[in-house]
């Protein structure tokens, strides 16, 4: 357990995958600026069972335990990438900056890695306030191919780093 002052991170166990269901088959969990997942609990359970090893997802848990989002990191060529989300009645409460806050030290602390990064779309402000609320810097916009075929859109995304974990404080 990775603990913060306002949520806990806790690693996904197979049976939150009934809950996971839940978030992301309803539209609001992703909101507008992430393509809606529509995964069955059957399907969720199977890739939790064949995740690699370097992919770890986090149930993000309020100090009285209440489950209100999720937070994972996965590699990405050599960097390390970041996606998160918080479930609606619980936004705007600095949780989600907490969470990011703790899991950009706890990758810096656990594994050998310079950078750490994500990515949002243009258009999607609170994300990008909480990537600069933990100080990773705004590097570059691009197009995402990804999301110009699920969505049939051009999106445009921003990617936010961190380039050294070296001065951070622990
Ligand atoms: C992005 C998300 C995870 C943020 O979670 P959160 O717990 O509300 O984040 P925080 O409360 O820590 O911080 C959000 C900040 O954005 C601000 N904000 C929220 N919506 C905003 C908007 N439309 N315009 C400007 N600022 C906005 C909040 O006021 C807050 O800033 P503040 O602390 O300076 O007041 C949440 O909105 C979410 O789950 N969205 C859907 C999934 C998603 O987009 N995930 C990110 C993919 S890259």
């Known amino acids: ?78 960097v390390f990438e970041m996606g998160y989300a918080i479930i609606p009645s619980e936004r705007g409460k600095g949780c989600c900056t907490e969470a990011v806050k703790i899991m950009v030290d706890y990758l810096f602390l656990s594994k050998d890695i310079g950078r750490i990064q994500a990515h949002t779309d243009i258009r999607n402000v609170a994300s990008q306030k909480v990537l600069e609320k933990v100080d990773l810097r705004r590097k570059e916009q691009f197009v995402s191919p990804r999301s110009s075929e699920e969505s049939g859109e051009i999106c445009v995304s921003t990617a936010f780093s961190e380039k050294s974990g070296k001065n951070r404080r622990y």
């Open 1 to 78: 357990m990775l603990e913060g002052k306002v949520v806990n991170l806790r690693i996904e166990e197979k049976e939150d995958m009934r809950l996971v269901a839940e978030w992301v088959n309803n539209p609001d969990y992703f909101g507008e600026y992430i393509p809606l997942m529509q995964q069955s609990r059957t399907e969720l359970e199977k890739g939790y069972e064949t995740m690699p090893p370097e992919v770890r997802w986090f149930i993000i848990e309020k100090k009285d335990g209440s489950k209100i989002g999720s937070i994972g990191h996965f590699p990405v060529g050599k």
